[in-house]
Structure formats: structure tokens, C-alpha cells
């Protein structure tokens, strides 16, 4: 999902019509992308928290529980 | 600020590296891993991503087009976001298989194909090559930074000796970082920890630079984003397909790039770093592109128009007269070059070490059974070199190709180069359908491509080449153009390579993988690596494994036997100097136990062995698959031997019957000596005697010519008999001539019956005949066959005991042989008889009483071998039977 989301978020500036009248310009455009990367950060943040112990867990009882090679 | 003291922060500073990492590897060594193994290490790490191109380049692109330098960081963002879909499988595929690099992985994955490791390396040795280049050029750009008068021009007077001695620099730096040791996991804990430590140096400096654009020469962000606003380059222009190629490429990028790999897989210690990565390496990419359009915009505006862009980051402090800033900005340049010139080269050493230089090695020597003890020295040794020729790469690429490109561009023909390994590597992750040869294919169609879309371009028109192909395409085809394939043309130069040559890479891997079919240790390995989850549960850990002497012990007695294995442990023990009778397991030991044990069990199960016991990896699927050969091979030896000794019982068996006949003739044949001794001196002793009386005048006429007639008699015997042993003796010697007529079968029984006298004989021999069958034209030689006639009739008529003797001639043509029955109503011949009936000197009965020799049927024999027919007993005929089979045409003439 959060791929997704990304690729959605970073190539939509692609779509954007530059140009000298009135388009969207550099310093939107960049406030724009770091809002939208900030927020994948965080979102992202939050995720690996989840995720993170479980993985812990999982390797912890895999070393216990199977010495042999 | 003088050049002495920029050189000599220069030494400090890579002193203070070298410092860091070797107390890193002395942490590693002690065991205390956890604090070089944090997240935070491997995570600052990742930012060797972030070379010099960034620190100055990506200023640079601002300077001239705009926010586009920001898609080269969207990328990595976009796959670190995904790290529980690939890379966490990367990593979980390296650590199971012990995957040292990028070209181990593909060629592992394809059954460890070491022709597909080889382009791999080639490719990522031609794609890193610029981007070692361009590191060069920076730290040339930047040094002559400071040795110019006047920071207007910047061209640098001797470019090429500054990049010649920084190359070399890095060499060494490398040299002494990277290959101090050899791990089998490849890991490299004090490079690590210096990268680590350099990723904290670039972005304060960035940031410094950063901070004093914003608040020391604008007066803080929203002044800033005023005079963003006012710049040139205010305006969204940015070209929507190269932001959607660069954001893939850069994608693809942080995957395929060797030095990538390194970090990002080989060095990956746990899992669990990769879900810090994925927020806190974005985290970091954003930080360090925070700065670059304020520093852009600032550096367009303070200085003149000629100032190259690519080093704002340095000119800007040194115009405004802050020498310590610039010291600073210059240490985060040299950062970013060093760091990625030190992985870069790393990985490619390995790469190439392990899949050109070792093979190559390996295969000249002569003795290549044998384990040779230096290999830790040759491979050592290779892939020093192997650093110096790649950074010599480098700096002749550079000097080729000097200033004929500005920073970020030369890194986007490198990216494009390595991303040509994508669809190989994605694919061979994802579908266990992928093949060997589909993956050589795509990476060779997508290396040609790029190569000729993008790179051999790079070199301008003059070097390689001309301008015609540049113009007219090659061969003159227009459709070939380097810029314009298959009349695409107007694309950017860069997308349009991107784009033909991973489509035409994926196509022929694709269409190659479903033509062609895999071989057995790929489909295993497809199958580990595709189903690596399935496979592995969990985290393991790269814990040494702990080397138990004792179960060696137990293990080497089991096949040595108790004494030797001890004598061995007991000298391993005495030379490693240790009190005892056990040894520690050092590899050394370890490898010259193997050795010993191979002589045993074959090199493969002792491998197997040591390895099961030593701890190490599970056994590969290629060691099983030796062992299995070995087995193999044991086996097809014992079925051969088993096969000799069946043969040899055979022949034993037939020696036997050859004895066992041999043995009977000799009895026979001993029997019958005395029997022709017998037989030639009853008549020799009638005739003596007779003519004795003879010599007596006294006797009658009638007794005198009764006695003559007893000796004509007996001296006809005589002759008979020695007329049969001469018969015998000549046809066994084969130098009877044969006689072919064509004659008629009734005509020569009726001539056998009659030379017989069986008719006039007493008691008389009825014959029941069917003539009308008889009428038979036979080519051969009559008499012989006569002859045997004759022969089979008087043994009718001198053994058949029957009252009435009754013999029945049948014959019949039988496939194009005539064959003719003799059968009796006599009792027959016994059965234990029959097989000796045809031997010479065979007889019977008592051959007084018949009078015969016993070479009858002998001679018979002979002839019918002669004429290519056979003479044989037929049993259960209720009497004596043979059978003569004759061909109708005898084709011998001998």
C-alpha cells in the first residue's frame, strides 16, 4: 500500500504543466514534496514501530529454539 | 586558506577514519556487536548512496534545472518503503546463502552459474566506472577550488595530476580498509562504522552550508522562498517523462548498484534494521536535499554568471570569507567521494576476485584436486588489484572524458548502466520460471543498448563514435540512430536509453526464460531463493558457529579408526602448542582435517561432514549434489566389478564343461586304443595263422580255398578299417574336395540300400519308403552323401533289435534344406548315450560281434559339415532316428 502511495504522491508532479503563466511553481512545488515525503516518513515510522518487534520476537524464539545449524 | 593546510585536514581526517574503523573492528572482534551493529550504524551507511554528485552535483542540477535533482532521492524512498516486499527478501536470501554481492546473488539464483557472475561483474564494473570518475572530478574540482587565485575560474589548471594522486589516495585508503582481513560473510564492520561516521559529516556540513544560506546570507525561510520565487529558476519545468525515468532509475539504482548491495544487503546484520531504515533513511535523503535550491538560489544570485554550479556548496562560504565553513563543506565532499569510491571498490573486487579472477586462477592450475593452502593469499592479493584496477578505470575515464559532462549527468549514465541488472535480479526473486539463458540474454541485449544509447556516447562524437553514426545511425540506418532508436526520436537522450534498453532486456529475459528450459541445480535454487520465507523461518544470526573438538573426534575415529585419529589430534594439539590431547578447531585445522578425511570418504562428504559438525551454513544443495555424484560414482564401480565377476564365474562354468567332456573323450579314446589294438589283431592273428595251416601240405583242396577265402575276408576287414581311420583323418583335416552334381535323392538311397546289402542280409531290413516324396534335385557331392546313407542304413541293420527290423526313410524340403529321416522300430539308443554317438571312436555295443570301428557316425558328422548340413539323433521316435538336413544348394565349395 504504502508504495503505492508514494509512487502516486511523487510522480503526480510529472503531470504538472510548467510553464511561465501562472503554473505551479518551484518553491510550491518543492513545499509540496517535502510535505508529502514527510508524511511517508511518518506514516512509514509508524509502521516499521509495529513491525519491529514482531521480527525481534520471531529471531529471538528462532535462536532459541533451534541451535543446530 | 592555504593548500598545505587543506592537505594535511585532509591526512588527519582519513587518519581519524582509519582510527574509527579499526577500533569498530576491534569492538567486532571482542564480540561487543551490538553497538556497531545498531540500526543507527546501518542506517547512516545506507547514505553512501548520497556521493559527491549530491553533496555538489545536486546543487548544480538546481542551479540549472530546477526541482528535477529531487527525483534521483524519490526513488530510494519508494523502495525503502517497500523493504517488507524486496528488501527484506534480499537480505533474508543473502544471509541464507551467504551472497557476497550482487553478481553471487544473480549467478546463485540462476544455479550458480558463474558465466552469468561474470557479466554481472562486467556490467557493474562498466556502470561504476563513471561514477568512480566523477567522484574524482569533484575532489579535483574541489581542491582546485582553493588552489585558484580567483574563484571565478574555475578550470582546473592540472585536473588530471590532482585526480591521479586522489585516485591512488583511495586506492590505498581502500586497500588498507577493505581488505585487511577476509570474512566468508564479506562484512566489513570498520568500514562500516567509517561510512557511518562520514554520513554524520556530509550532512552537518550540508546542513551548515544550509543553515548559513538561510540565516547568515538570506534572512531566514520565508526571505528564502521570496527569492526562490525571483530566481531563474522559479518556474515548474520540469520534463514530465524525465521525472518519471529518473524516479524509476534512481529506483531501480539503489537496488543494483554494487555498492548498494554492499550496505544495503551484504553488510545487513538483522532484519529488524530494515524497519528502522524504512523511515529513518528517507529521513536523511530529505534532509540532505532540504538545503539544495536555497544554496542554488543563493549561489545564482551572489555569484557571477560564470561560477560552475556543481560547487556552490563550497564557493559560496569562501565568497562570503568563512574559512572554516568552507573547511567544513570541503571535509562533506571528501566524505561523500570517499565513501563511495571505498564501497564501490570493495564490492567490486569482490565481485570481481571471486567471479573472474579466482575461476581464471583456479583453472590454470595444474594441480586444481588438491586445496592449496595460499588461496587466502591469492585472493588477497586479487582483490587489491583488483581495487587498483578499478579506481585506474576510473581516472582513465575521467581523463577521457574531462568536462565534457557536468556531475549529475556523468551519475545517470552509471545508473542507467547498473540498472540493467534489474530485470535479471527482480525477476529471478519473483519467478521461478526465470532461466539462465533468458537472464545472460536481457543482460546482454540491455548492457548493448545502454551501452550504445548512452555510454559510448558520453565520450563525445570524436572518441568512439563518429558523427556520422550520431547522425546517420549505424551502417548508415537511420532507424539505429544512438539517439533516436527506431525513430523515436525528441526523447531525452536519458530516457530514451532507459527506456530501450530495460524494455528490450526484459523482453529477451522474458522470451528467452519461457524458450528455454532450466537445469536441475537451477530449478533447486530457484526454488530456495523464490520461496526463501518458506524456506527459513526467522531470524539466525551470523553467530560463529562454535566448533565442538570432541564430536570431530568422534566423528574422525569413526572413519580413521581410534589410533590414528588420535595421533592426528594429538599432533594438531602439539602444534598449535595447546596442553592436551585436544586441538582448538581453528579453520586451519579444520581444512587439513578435511583434507585427511577426504582421503577416506571423498572430498564432498568430508566437506559435508566437517561442515555439519563445524557449524557452518546447512549443506549447500551443490554439496549434496557431490556427494550424490560420489555415490554415484562408487557405485557404477561396484556394478562394473560386479559384472567382471559374473563374467568370470561364467567362463569358470564353461572351462568346467570343456574339462568334464575332455576327461569322457579320454577315457573313450583310451578304451577304444585298445579296442582297434584288439580289432587289428584278431584279423592279423586269423590271417597269421591260417596261412600257417596253409604252409601245410597235407590239406585238401577244400580246406585250402575255405582258409584262403577266411584270409581274403579278413584282410578286407582290415583294409575297411584303415580305409575308415584315413576317411576320417582326411575330412577332419578339411582336404576333402567336394564333388557337386546335381542328383536326384531317390536315385542315391536307392544306391545307399543296395551298397549296403541290407536287402540280402539276415535277418533281411524292410525298407518303407515314399518315393513320390523322394523326387527331390539335390546339389551336392552324391557320394558323400551316398556315403551316409549307407553308413545310417548299416547301423539299422547291424543294431536294431528288433524281430522283424523295419527302417522308414521320410523326406522333405524344410526353408530350402532337404531333409531326410532314418528311423528303426529298434529299441533306440539310451539317453545318457546319445551325446557321445557322433564322437570318433564311439561304439556301443561290442564291436566284435558287428565288426564296425565306431568311426561311422563320426565320419557322417564330418561329411554333413562339409556339404553345410548336419547329421543329428532324434529321441522319442520309438527306436534309433536320424535326421539328415542337407541344403538343396551347397553353397561351399570346400
Known amino acids: ?69 | 586558506m592555504s593548500f598545505d593546510v587543506l592537505i594535511v585536514t585532509c591526512l588527519l581526517y582519513a587518519a581519524f577514519l582509519f582510527v574509527v574503523a579499526f577500533a569498530a573492528e576491534r569492538r567486532a572482534q571482542q564480540g561487543k556487536r551490538n553497538w556497531v551493529r545498531s540500526s543507527l550504524v546501518y542506517t547512516l551507511s545506507l547514505s553512501v548512496y548520497c556521493t559527491a554528485w549530491t553533496f555538489y552535483g545536486a546543487v548544480g542540477n538546481a542551479a540549472r534545472s530546477g526541482l528535477e535533482f529531487l527525483a534521483i532521492y524519490l526513488g530510494p524512498t519508494i523502495v525503502l518503503l517497500a523493504w517488507w516486499l524486496i528488501l527484506r527478501k534480499l537480505v533474508r536470501i543473502a544471509r541464507t546463502q551467504r551472497i557476497t554481492s550482487i553478481a553471487d546473488l544473480i549467478a546463485s539464483r540462476f544455479g550458480q552459474s558463474n558465466g552469468i557472475g561474470v557479466i554481472v561483474t562486467l556490467i557493474a564494473v562498466v556502470g561504476t566506472t563513471p561514477y568512480i570518475a566523477l567522484q574524482l572530478q569533484s575532489v579535483t574540482l574541489s581542491f582546485a577550488v582553493f588552489t585558484q587565485e580567483s574563484i571565478q575560474a574555475f578550470a582546473p589548471r592540472d585536473a588530471s595530476g590532482t585526480a591521479l594522486i586522489v585516485a591512488m589516495g583511495l586506492a590505498l585508503f581502500t586497500i588498507l580498509f577493505g581488505t585487511r582481513n577476509l570474512d566468508a560473510e564479506e562484512r566489513h564492520h570498520g568500514v562500516v562504522m567509517a561510512i557511518a561516521v562520514e554520513a554524520v559529516v556530509k550532512l552537518v556540513a550540508l546542513m551548515a552550508v544550509g543553515a548559513f544560506v538561510i540565516w547568515g546570507v538570506a534572512s531566514g525561510p520565508a526571505d528564502i522562498i521570496d527569492r526562490i520565487n525571483n530566481s531563474q529558476i522559479a518556474q515548474w519545468h520540469i520534463d514530465g517523462a524525465r521525472w518519471v525515468g529518473l524516479t524509476l532509475l534512481s529506483a531501480a539504482a539503489i537496488l543494483c548498484l554494487p555498492r548498494m548491495f554492499q550496505v544495503l544487503v551484504v553488510e545487513c546484520a538483522d532484519e529488524a534494521h530494515l524497519a528502522r531504515a524504512s523511515w529513518a533513511f528517507p529521513l536523511y535523503l530529505l534532509l540532505m536535499s532540504l538545503f539544495v535550491v536555497p544554496i542554488a538560489v543563493i549561489g545564482l544570485e551572489l555569484l557571477p554568471p560564470g561560477a560552475n554550479p556543481d560547487l556552490f556548496v563550497l564557493t559560496i562560504p569562501l565568497a562570503e570569507g568563512h574559512g572554516g565553513l568552507v573547511l567544513l563543506a570541503f571535509l562533506g565532499g571528501f566524505s561523500s567521494a570517499t565513501s563511495m569510491v571505498i564501497v564501490a571498490a570493495i564490492a567490486l573486487s569482490t565481485m570481481v576476485s571471486n567471479h573472474i579472477v579466482m575461476p581464471l586462477y583456479l583453472s590454470m592450475r595444474t594441480t586444481g584436486a588438491s586445496r592449496a593452502g595460499d588461496v587466502r593469499n591469492v585472493i588477497l592479493v586479487s582483490r587489491r588489484l583488483s581495487i587498483v584496477g578499478v579506481l585506474l578505470l576510473g581516472y582513465l575515464y575521467y581523463s577521457l572524458s574531462s568536462g565534457a559532462e557536468a556531475l549529475a549527468a556523468i551519475g545517470l549514465i552509471s545508473f542507467a548502466g547498473v540498472a540493467q541488472v534489474l530485470p535479471a535480479m527482480v525477476g529471478g526473486l519473483f519467478w521461478r520460471g526465470a532461466t539462465r539463458v533468458g537472464a545472460a540474454w536481457g543482460l546482454l541485449v540491455g548492457f548493448a543498448v545502454w551501452a550504445y544509447t548512452l555510454f559510448l556516447p558520453s565520450f563525445g562524437t570524436s572518441l568512439l563514435l563518429s558523427e556520422s553514426v550520431m547522425q546517420n545511425g549505424l551502417w548508415g540506418l537511420s532507424w539505429l540512430r544512438p539517439y533516436g532508436l527506431f525513430g523515436t526520436e525528441g526523447l531525452d537522450p536519458l530516457v530514451h536509453a532507459l527506456f530501450w534498453s530495460i524494455t528490450l532486456n526484459a523482453a529477451a529475459f522474458c522470451i528467452v526464460s519461457v524458450l528455454t528450459f532450466p537445469t536441475p541445480l537451477e530449478r533447486l535454487q530457484s526454488a530456495r531463493l523464490v520461496d526463501v520465507f518458506a524456506n527459513t523461518v526467522g531470524a539466525r544470526g551470523w553467530s560463529q558457529g562454535s566448533v565442538e573438538t570432541e564430536d570431530l573426534m568422534i566423528m574422525t575415529q569413526r572413519i580413521l579408526g581410534a589410533r590414528e585419529a588420535q595421533a592426528l589430534f594429538q599432533e594438531e594439539a602439539r602444534r598449535q602448542g595447546a596442553a592436551g590431547y585436544l586441538p582448538d578447531a581453528s579453520p586451519e585445522f579444520l581444512e587439513r582435517l578435511e583434507r585427511r578425511l577426504s582421503g577416506s570418504v571423498g572430498s564432498a562428504t568430508a566437506n559435508a561432514m566437517v561442515g555439519q559438525i563445524a557449524g557452518r551454513s546447512p549443506t549447500l544443495v551443490e554439496d549434496l549434489l557431490r556427494v550424490a555424484d560420489e555415490a554415484q560414482s562408487i557405485l557404477e564401480y561396484s556394478q562394473q566389478l560386479e559384472q567382471k565377476s559374473e563374467e568370470l564365474s561364467r567362463t569358470a562354468l564353461q572351462l568346467q564343461e570343456a574339462n568334464e567332456k575332455l576327461t569322457a573323450l579320454s577315457v573313450q579314446k583310451d578304451a577304444f586304443l585298445s579296442q582297434i589294438s584288439h580289432e587289428l589283431r584278431t584279423p592279423m592273428a586269423s590271417i597269421r595263422s591260417f596261412s600257417e595251416i596253409l604252409r601245410d601240405e597235407s590239406l585238401g583242396a577244400d580246406q585250402r580255398a575255405q582258409f584262403v577265402t577266411i584270409i581274403h575276408d579278413e584282410a578286407l576287414r582290415l583294409t575297411r578299417l584303415l580305409n575308415d581311420l584315413l576317411d576320417l583323418s582326411v575330412l577332419e583335416n578339411a582336404q576333402v574336395e567336394l564333388n557337386l552334381t546335381q542328383t536326384n535323392l531317390s536315385d542315391m538311397v536307392d544306391k545307399a540300400i543296395l551298397a549296403s546289402g541290407a536287402k540280402v542280409a539276415k535277418p533281411a531290413l524292410r525298407f518303407h519308403r515314399r518315393k513320390r516324396d523322394e523326387q527331390i534335385m539335390i546339389d551336392t557331392d552324391a557320394d558323400r552323401l551316398t556315403q551316409v546313407f549307407i553308413n545310417l542304413i548299416s547301423n539299422a541293420q547291424k543294431y536294431c533289435d528288433a524281430e522283424e527290423p523295419v527302417l522308414r526313410i521320410r523326406a522333405g524340403v524344410v526353408e530350402g534344406d532337404v531333409i531326410i529321416d532314418f528311423t528303426d522300430n529298434g529299441s533306440g539308443i539310451p539317453v545318457e548315450n546319445q551325446a557321445l554317438i557322433f564322437e570318433k571312436f564311439s561304439r556301443l555295443t561290442d564291436g566284435a560281434k558287428v565288426g564296425g570301428a565306431g568311426l561311422g557316425l563320426a565320419i557322417s558328422r564330418e561329411i554333413m559339415g562339409r556339404l553345410g548340413g548336419e547329421i543329428a539323433y532324434l529321441s522319442d521316435q520309438g527306436g534309433a532316428a536320424f535326421r539328415v538336413r542337407v541344403p538343396a544348394r551347397t553353397a561351399a565349395a570346400a
Not at chain 1, 503563466?21 to 517535502?34: E, F, K, N, P
Open chain 1, 1 to 69: 500500500m504504502m508504495p503505492a502511495l508514494g509512487v502516486f504522491l511523487f510522480l503526480l508532479p510529472a503531470l504538472w504543466q510548467g510553464g511561465t503563466d501562472g503554473g505551479i511553481g518551484t518553491s510550491a512545488g518543492l513545499t509540496y514534496l517535502v510535505g508529502a515525503w514527510l508524511g511517508l516518513i511518518l506514516l512509514a515510522g509508524g509502521v516499521a514501530r509495529r513491525l519491529h518487534n514482531p521480527i525481534r520476537q520471531r529471531a529471538a524464539q528462532q535462536n532459541t529454539r533451534s541451535p543446530e545449524p
